[in-house]
């Protein structure tokens, strides 16, 4: 396999998980700690990180905001428990 067809399948595996953790909204992120050791956090520093690497800003409320669907303050009001 080529790297970029890899690169492209890592990117779909990547948007497939943050699409199945939006529906889920259910699963809250101490469960996701506990039996994952990661969260949706965790997932948007790691995005935000990457971008850094590149030179490409992303504040942590934009990565939050990919991650989540939209914004982090508005997720926690209707799904944190």
């Not at 690169?7 to 779909?12: D, K």
């Not at 953790?21 to 992120?29: A, G, I, K, M, P």
């Amino acid at each position: 396999m080529d790297q970029a067809t890899q690169t492209e399948l890592e990117a779909a595996t990547f948007r497939r998980l943050i699409a199945h953790l939006q529906e889920r909204t259910d699963v809250q992120n101490i469960e996701l700690m506990e039996l994952a050791g990661f969260c949706r956090n965790c997932l948007s520093k790691w995005y935000r990180a990457a971008a850094e690497e590149r030179d490409v800003a992303v504040t942590d409320p934009e990565a939050r905001a990919h991650v989540y669907g939209m914004p982090y303050e508005e997720w926690k009001a209707q799904h944190q428990k």
